[in-house]
């Protein structure tokens, strides 16, 4: 089982479930040619086993031709939770990490037009990659961070997380009167437009501001 790292911190928790949302700003979702959520967010499951940590390589799976990258803020879930208000939403989320949501396009794409689920676009061994988490206790998000990504030096994701059509309150409140949150999950809010294809060689740079930065090559 993997298990979380934490920044100025010993403290080891064990991975959880990987909760995502799809479609979280909507210049991204208008770039894939997707209806903007307005109601209620686009939820979607990673396992824990996808995870690897800022450092460490993507395997490119050969059955994919079209391997996306999306940087995304992930919420860590410091204590179980279900049904939440405000302000017990606010009280689980107790920190934050960078990651990269990395998606097969083509599959997803493919699995759409048959009205399949996403999952195996979605989860496979290094699909998803993290940095440390930074408890709230250390650093309290604005609401407005800039979040970023360069594939070989050159930008290709550059936002705010103030253009997240759900912020992360409202993420932890919709997931919970759904599914209990445990101490240990975590939540992917969303990639900002700017998505595209990367491929074996390439190196990956993607960064949030005041909580961390993830260095990573596709192979």
């Not at 307005?38 to 979607?44: G, H, K, L, N, V």
Request: hydrophobic share 40%; aromatic share 8%.
């Amino acid at each position: 089982m993997k298990s979380l790292k934490f920044k100025n911190s010993e403290e080891k928790v064990p991975i959880g479930k990987i909760v995502c949302v799809g479609r979280n700003y909507a210049a991204h979702a208008k770039e894939l040619g997707n209806d903007v959520p307005d109601q209620f967010p686009i939820i979607f499951l990673k396992p824990a086993s996808n995870v690897i940590f800022s450092g460490q390589s993507v395997i490119h799976p050969p059955y994919s031709n079209n391997l996306h990258h999306e940087v995304e803020l992930v919420l860590y879930i410091g204590a179980d939770i279900k049904n939440a208000n405000d302000e017990t939403a606010e009280a689980a989320i107790q920190g934050y990490t960078v990651g990269l949501d990395m998606t097969l396009r083509d599959l997803q794409f493919e699995f759409k037009e048959k009205g399949d689920p996403w999952t195996l676009a979605k989860c496979f061994d290094t699909a998803a990659v993290l940095t440390d988490v930074v408890l709230k206790s250390n650093y309290n998000l604005k609401g407005d961070e800039n979040i970023s990504l360069f594939v070989n030096g050159i930008v290709r994701q550059n936002s705010s997380i103030k253009n997240m059509i759900f912020p992360p309150v409202e993420i932890v409140k919709f997931i919970s009167a759904r599914m209990t949150l445990e101490k240990g999950d975590l939540i992917f809010t969303g990639t900002p437009e700017g998505v595209g294809r990367v491929v074996p060689g390439d190196k990956i740079e993607a960064s949030l501001e005041n909580v961390g930065s993830i260095t990573t090559q596709i192979i």
